[in-house]
């Protein structure tokens, strides 16, 4: 059979970087292809070619036998090639049906184009009303908007970056049942992911790429997770260890917390209670937009809490702004790296400055001592391995996995009593993954509460002693982790929000 | 105080007319931001168009060469801001003050030979039986084109936006522009093409003081009106005809304000002279509650990246 798409030698220089260097390989019609790769490996640049937006410097791609060198995604699309974005390319002011048009060349009437999205939806089981606002959708509702916008224009090629990233384990099953359907129809496969055992269970081969060049190939289903990791990384990885541990005394509880949503997009906190003891991790897992954001910027005091609803060792601190709760040892480490976390143009020992001033006591009757946020900022480089020229750089200016070390390592370095963290390792590489939540686990031993939000329920099972799904704002009651299984965290994350399990 | 003297038919006839300069200028700024531009260059704008529309009017002796001409100068003006926000990704609020600063000036320079010059008269349409209704006629069929072009306008835009795919695709690029980009659309030629438009429509805004509602020039005519109608699309919730609305009731409260000025009411001028600022922030205010309108990229600079 010859291959639906073949690369050959695509090469891509972007000014001090090689993003892609003699990238090489092919997809048949109805093969399931993973690429593989830590962040920065040239994935995203490699699908952008294929889909138009960036132009290879050296190399040809084939589609069908036929040359194929797409100027713009219009001209991808024409061919047959669609992609589903990782952060999802969609505008929230709309409705689902005018996101679609959008999407596609020759849009029908919003009317017939209604009853197709219908159509679709209900053929590859994936429910959606057309004419809902986006803005008010979940993520995995909105991930279906993105594929029936492939569908509905009869793809050859489907590109899926990161699609599971942001879905339930039910959604997650939901998708899989739609791909290996697209898949059995001859719809050949693109599949993005860093999760390695979804990639065992649906893919027919995987390249594996590493700083841009093609490292080697594989087939998932005869790989073991860790073989594929170790050769995404280049090197052999090492689990993050964490001996037994009695818990000690209780340093933070919530008492039926409720707030009401920041913003219209936003989600109220709904009488959410918990208790958390030294030395313990409490893992809170949950889809996107459940309450994560609001959850972590009630426990650092961004927005202030109703008395007698957050304590710190008997005291009641539900109405100290962040730096009294700072002081008191109470340390947070949000989502969003830049803008959120780190000041993007700011450098980084400014910004180890600014949640570090109180503890580390680099201030002093409101001067600044910079020789100490400079030492202070060159500890945390040191400490965790951040990879840069030096503090005097921006934080805009790290990888995404590099900065992530340094804003959880300048809160971990403040040796904290409560440390709040929200999706610690989201989009990064396994071995800094790996050292992030080793360093959690190592402050957990020396006796601090720690509160991990995540998305990666792999990365709560691996740290954390008890679970906690947040929903719709409320908080599950906690069950230790271990012995949970898949299933369990899928109910007491609210299922495949209010859907059967789709009947493909 | 004698109220009798305000004869209420020639007011609302007049209050069209003294709406029409914030009409077209806010109907023009709408698509702008619709786009997710945010250009303070109205005023800038709308006196480039006075004085561009004047002069031409002046010298061609027809007043819709002037208009041309008027929006012409606007969209020219606004390709300014386009090279600087678009092109050299530079700060939309301080492009926007610039672009106003330059324009006063400009405008100024260009009319230092029309102080005290009559422009030629445009004449108002003639509908005939039409005009002759009582009330009606007066009030609502007895103006000049331009007026009514603003009107036809809004519905336009209106229209646009909401059933053609153009409209989709401007709202798209305004609501996440980075998404539209990676669908393809081009952002930037897209917003060029709207601020284009916005300058045209703050021109012939201009040109409609200095034609038709002053009918002189002077400098600084506008006296803020690009301000007012900058507000005047916050406050309408980007909406075309909650636009009109309010430049309908900015325009009312203006010319009852200089009526009642006439009329001798016991309030101080100065007083009266603010009402219709207040009064139509104030309205529009309570009319926005949901604050959810704006679109979601507007101001943000656009750098299409790999």
């Not at chain 1, 090469?11 to 048949?28: C, E, F, H, M, Q």
């Not at chain 1, 998708?175 to 055992?197: M, P």
């Not at chain 2, 209106?158 to 695709?169: D, E, H, N």
């Amino acid at each position: 059979m010859t291959a639906l798409l073949a690369l050959k030698g695509l090469t891509k220089a972007y000014p001090g970087v090689v993003a892609n260097d003699d990238v090489s390989l092919s997809i048949a019609p109805g093969e399931v292809h993973a690429l593989l790769g830590e962040n920065g490996a040239g994935k995203s640049t490699l699908v952008k070619m294929i889909y138009g937006l960036v132009k290879p410097d050296q190399g040809e791609m084939q589609m069908n036998g036929a040359p194929f060198a797409p100027a713009e995604p219009r001209a991808a699309r024409a061919a047959g090639v669609g992609m589903v974005f990782q952060h999802f390319s969609l505008f929230d002011a709309l409705s689902v049906a005018e996101n679609i048009a959008l999407g596609m060349e020759h849009a029908p009437r919003l009317r017939d184009l209604s009853r197709r999205i219908r159509e679709v939806s209900d053929t590859y089981g994936l429910p959606l009303a057309p004419d809902r606002i986006v803005g008010d959708l979940s993520a995995g509702e909105r991930q279906r908007v993105e594929i029936i916008r492939c569908l509905l224009q009869d793809p050859r090629l489907l590109i899926m970056d990161e699609p599971t990233s942001v879905l339930t384990p039910q959604e997650v099953e939901i998708l899989f049942k739609t791909l290996r359907k697209l898949s059995a129809e001859g719809t050949a496969i693109l599949y993005i992911s860093h999760k390695l055992e979804e990639i065992r269970s649906l893919c027919d081969a995987a390249t594996v790429l590493r700083l841009g060049k093609v490292v080697g190939t594989a087939v998932p289903r005869e790989s073991t997770a860790r073989e594929m990791a170790e050769m995404m990384v280049g090197k052999t990885l090492s689990t993050p260890s964490r001996p037994a541990a009695q818990p000690g005394e209780e340093v933070l509880r919530l008492d039926a917390l409720s707030l009401p949503a920041p913003t219209a997009f936003g989600m109220p906190l709904r009488d959410v209670s918990f208790s958390l003891r030294q030395g313990e991790v409490l893992g809170i897992g949950g889809v996107a937009g459940n309450g994560q954001d609001e959850l972590l910027s009630a426990l650092s005091g961004e927005r202030r809490a109703p008395r007698a609803t957050i304590w710190l060792k008997g005291q009641d601190i539900g109405a100290l702004g962040p730096n009294a709760r700072r002081e008191r040892g109470v340390l947070a480490a949000p989502e969003e790296r830049l803008g959120h976390a780190a000041a993007p143009n700011m450098s980084l020992t400014e910004n180890a400055m600014l949640t570090g001033a109180q503890r580390e006591r680099l201030e002093r009757a409101g001067f600044l001592n910079w020789g100490a946020a400079r030492a202070f900022a060159d500890r945390i480089i040191a400490a965790f391995d951040v990879r840069t020229p030096g503090p005097a750089n921006a934080a805009r200016s790290l990888s995404g996995g590099n900065l992530q070390k340094f804003v959880i390592g300048r809160e971990v370095l403040q040796r904290p009593e409560v440390l709040v963290v929200n999706q610690p390792t989201w989009g990064v590489d396994a071995s800094a993954a790996a050292a992030i939540r080793q360093a959690l686990l190592d402050l957990a031993q020396q006796g601090a509460a720690i509160v991990v939000i995540s998305q990666d329920l792999d990365e709560l099972m691996e740290i954390a002693d008890r679970f906690s799904a947040l929903n719709e704002g409320r908080l599950s009651a906690s069950r230790p982790t271990e012995g949970l299984s898949v299933e369990e965290i899928g109910l007491m994350m609210g299922g495949a929000h209010g859907m059967e399990v789709a009947h493909v | 105080m004698d109220l009798s003297v305000i004869n209420p038919v020639l007011l609302l006839a007049a209050l069209m007319s003294a709406a029409t300069p914030i009409l077209l200028a806010a109907t023009g700024e709408l698509v702008v931001e619709r786009a997710g531009v945010l250009n303070l260059g109205v005023e800038g704008m709308m006196i480039v168009g006075a004085i561009c529309g004047f002069a031409a009017a002046v010298e061609s002796a027809s007043p819709l060469v002037g208009f041309a001409a008027a929006a012409a100068g606007g969209a020219v003006l606004s390709l300014l801001f386009a090279l600087l926000t678009q092109l050299t990704l530079a700060n939309q609020v301080a492009s926007g003050l610039a672009l106003t600063l330059f324009g006063l000036g400009l405008s100024a320079l260009l009319g230092q030979g029309y102080v005290g010059v009559k422009p030629p008269r445009m004449p108002d349409v003639d509908f005939g039986p039409l005009a002759e209704i009582p009330l009606l006629g007066p009030v609502l069929f007895s103006h000049d084109p331009i007026l009514y072009i603003g009107i036809l306008l809004v519905a336009a835009v209106w229209a646009v936006l909401k059933f053609t795919r153009a409209g989709l695709i401007l709202r798209a690029v305004g609501e996440n522009h980075d998404a539209a980009h990676a669908l393809g659309y081009k952002v930037v030629r897209i917003r060029t093409l709207a601020i284009m438009f916005g300058g045209a429509l703050a021109g012939l805004g201009g040109a409609y003081i200095s034609l038709i509602r002053v009918p002189q020039w002077t400098e600084g005519m506008t006296a803020g009106v690009g301000w007012i109608a900058l507000a005047l699309v916050v406050f309408a919730s980007w909406k075309p005809w909650r636009v009109l609305l309010g430049a309908y009731l900015f325009g009312g409260i203006a010319q009852l304000q200089l009526n009642l000025q006439g009329a001798g009411v016991a309030i101080p001028v100065e007083y009266l002279a603010m009402s219709p600022y207040i009064i139509t922030i104030v309205v529009l205010v309570v009319l926005s509650a949901d604050r959810t309108a704006a679109p979601g990229s507007l101001g943000r600079i656009f750098h299409a990246s790999g």
